[in-house]
């Protein structure tokens, strides 16, 4: 069915309060534009100058607050899970948003693919008291969205059928440690069922599934305790940003830290009615069944163990003697999964551009939703149709980008990176000639600190993104804000000071861009108290009094978002920061020659490698940064050279073989671990771990010679623009 919005809502959605005001000033700012001749940011005269400050404006000016909470309101009335009919219909929704818009080029790009959908879904206690689970969670009179029948079971996606009777043992967050103390403490988990906490310390769901499967247990029931998301951090909902003690976290365990994407259907697109290996011989699908459960169902199973008390650092914050096992404990787990094969759909559109349409510059979100999606994707997808609305009204207004920028609405995230996966692989070839950058924004914003992961070529840009936009409740900007907020893990080093940009790893959509085919690329949010993850909680009411009352940092981020994609799509010379990319290779090989080679006799090599990367790409800085302009006799043949070199050389990181053990990561200085805790130097770090000198080598060798490619890509630019 093809969603039509009625009558009243397509009133109230284009009429909303701020619509008129902000029509005049965007017609003002055309006026105003066309006047001083400032319509391109890419007319062949400005072969070497680019007016992105203008562009900027014209483009602030559209962008709405209220529009976006409109959006968000109608994208999270109806839960909308990949492959449901109302899912769909929001594709088509997107699809016919954007082409009123006026993005060119829009339509569907729909995949086959392997999802995962749970018919019945049982777990009881039977001694030494029989207690039912409820499974399910808790509606209030305040928010009616709560009292939907049509919410679902909340399950773990690629979970197994099975029926399993068996006792319990408490294994902490279920990481190999926690079993390895178990066992230590003489307790058999071999056969047991594990219930275990989602965080502290956090590692991806379909880790602890993994290694649940790996060490022997049956089956897995995972839970959200108080301590990490609930009442032990603050007000719960419906009164406040915490997950009431019946809040489900929902989500996929497929092990895709070997590969993301549809499980059947490895390195190569889920076109219909292609190859797929049969699920059985698929390695990313968990043999072992899992349910995650809320809190509230976890009560009673831990008040059923009787044996030694867990550790302190075990202990969460139900009122319970928390304990290793039970002697008297049994349960019983029956779960009925379906793997259907289903149809997804992404959502492409672009705004092309003038003068260099085949360099791309990609932007994108994911649309399915474990339930409603509040923040979690539809704050994200509500900020990607605003950036799109507002580059077509600037287009409208005559203001065309350079090269070309494309939006991605993207589908079936949640199972396994789906739709982003499966259509990268599809156009593999294309995006490693033509893909300049990849900008992410999967949620938009659940409070008010602006949180990046980043290759290190871009932070120079989102720096000074930061330093152009104001934080919306202090009137400061998002940089001043930034630097006084929760401190990141990463120190680039930026000349004006302590900024930190923590470098990027995998767990979301950038994952075939960067890891696969190595596009630089980054993925932002907003961030702030949120314990409603992927849970029913996570919704309208959630997003409108606690995650981004009236969405003015979600607007904030879409200015961002556009601030960005101007000047990558409308300088000149791409802005792509190599020196800070050398330096930050530099700083990551000395924290790893920390830990695995003090004396610094293997690394010797390629630190001097880097040492040229960085003194090659220095000449280039005061150019890519926007503090010198390009002298005038530069050729366009010679600019166009530059610009495809440049493109070229985070693909130099990449090694088609792919990191050992997992060919599918190609990147060999951003990778993920299994935990998807970020993995810098995947290759080098793994060999040094396993005490694999070979590997050590193997590594090195090929960092070496992708160093000396970049190098050299570097030096042609220099002469190209003649810099030297
Ligand atoms: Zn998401």
């Given at each position: 069915m093809i969603f039509r919005m009625s009558k009243l809502s397509v009133v109230r959605f284009f009429l909303s309060r701020t619509f008129p005001k902000k029509l005049i000033l965007s017609l003002f700012l055309t006026a105003f534009a066309v006047q001083l001749g400032l319509i391109s940011c890419s007319k062949s005269q400005d072969r070497i100058h680019a007016d992105v400050s203008s562009y900027k404006k014209a483009v602030d000016a559209v962008i709405s607050p209220d529009i976006i909470d409109d959006t968000l309101k109608y994208l999270t009335s109806i839960p909308h899970v990949a492959a449901s009919a109302r899912n769909n219909e929001l594709a088509e929704f997107v699809r016919n948003e954007w082409q009123k818009f006026g993005v060119e080029d829009v339509h569907l790009v729909p995949y086959d693919v392997l999802l995962s959908f749970p018919e019945n879904i049982h777990v009881e206690l039977l001694s030494p008291k029989k207690h039912k689970l409820n499974l399910r969670e808790k509606s209030y009179e305040k928010d009616?969205?709560?009292?939907?029948?049509?919410?679902g079971i909340p399950y773990n996606a690629y979970s197994r059928s099975g029926d399993v009777t068996a006792p319990l043992v408490y294994a902490n967050s279920g990481n190999p440690q926690d079993y390895d103390y178990l066992e230590n403490h003489g307790i058999d988990i071999r056969g047991k069922i594990a219930l275990v906490r989602y965080s502290a310390p956090y590692s991806y769901r379909g880790f602890k599934a993994y290694t649940a499967e790996k060490r022997g247990l049956a089956a897995l029931l995972i839970f959200s305790d108080p301590k990490d998301d609930g009442y032990a951090r603050g007000p719960v909902f419906p009164e406040g940003p915490w997950g009431p003690l019946s809040h489900i976290q929902r989500g996929g365990i497929p092990y895709d830290f070997i590969y993301p994407g549809d499980p059947l259907t490895p390195e190569w697109a889920s076109t219909p009615g292609c190859r797929r290996i049969p699920i059985e011989e698929?390695?990313?699908?968990?043999k072992i069944i899992s349910v995650p459960i809320s809190a509230e169902d976890a009560l009673p199973l831990l008040e059923s163990l009787d044996g030694e008390e867990a550790p302190e650092s075990w202990r969460g914050a139900l009122s319970v003697k928390y304990r290793l096992q039970g002697t008297k404990n049994k349960v019983h787990m029956a779960v009925n999964m379906r793997d259907p094969i289903e149809r997804i759909y992404n959502v492409l559109g672009s705004i092309k551009g003038s003068e260099n349409p085949d360099e791309v510059i990609l932007v994108g979100n994911h649309r399915d939703a474990w339930v409603f999606g509040g923040h979690d994707p539809s704050s994200g997808t509500a900020c990607l149709l605003e950036l799109a609305r507002a580059f077509a009204e600037a287009k409208k207004a005559g203001w065309k980008p350079r090269r070309t920028v494309m939006f991605a609405n993207w589908d079936a995230e949640e199972f396994t990176l789906t739709g982003s996966t499966e259509w990268g692989e599809d156009n593999r070839d294309w995006l490693e000639r033509n893909l300049v950058a990849y900008i992410n924004v999967d949620s938009s914003a659940c409070g008010k600190n602006f949180s990046v992961q980043s290759v290190p070529c871009l932070s120079p840009l989102i720096i000074q993104t930061m330093k152009e936009v104001n934080d919306p409740t202090t009137n400061q900007t998002v940089f001043d804000c930034w630097l006084k907020g929760p401190s990141e893990r990463?120190?680039?080093?930026i000349s004006s000071g302590s900024g930190k940009i923590d470098p990027i790893g995998s767990g979301t959509d950038h994952a075939v861009f960067l890891?696969?085919?190595g596009a630089p690329s980054m993925n932002m949010t907003f961030s702030?108290?949120?314990?409603?993850?992927?849970?029913?909680?996570?919704?309208y009411y959630w997003m409108s009094h606690f995650g981004d009352p009236r969405m003015l940092y979600t607007a904030t981020l879409a200015k961002m978002w556009a601030h960005m994609i101007i000047e990558l799509a409308c300088n000149?010379?791409?802005?792509?920061?190599y020196e800070i990319y050398a330096q930050e290779l530099k700083r990551y090989l000395k924290e790893w020659e920390e830990i695995h080679d003090p004396t610094k006799v293997k690394s010797e090599k390629l630190n001097a490698l880097l040492s040229d990367m960085e003194k090659a790409a220095s000449f280039l800085t005061p150019y890519v940064s926007g503090q010198k302009e390009l002298a005038g006799h530069i050729s366009a043949e010679n600019l166009r050279k530059a610009n495809r070199l440049l493109i070229g050389i985070e693909r130099d990181f990449t090694d088609p073989e792919g990191i050992p053990k997992r060919k599918w990561y190609k990147h060999l200085v951003f990778g993920a671990r299994f935990t998807y805790d970020d993995l810098l130097y995947p290759s080098l770090t793994e060999s040094a771990e396993e005490g694999n000198s070979e590997g050590i080598q193997r590594a090195l060798l090929l960092l070496e010679s992708s160093v000396k490619k970049a190098t050299s890509k570097l030096e042609q630019i220099v002469e190209a623009l003649d810099v030297r």
């Open positions: 009616p969205h709560t009292k939907r029948t049509d919410v698929s390695p990313i699908i968990p990463g120190t680039i080093g890891n696969h085919i702030g108290d949120y314990g409603v993850y992927h849970s029913m909680y996570d919704n000149p010379l791409i802005p792509l920061d």
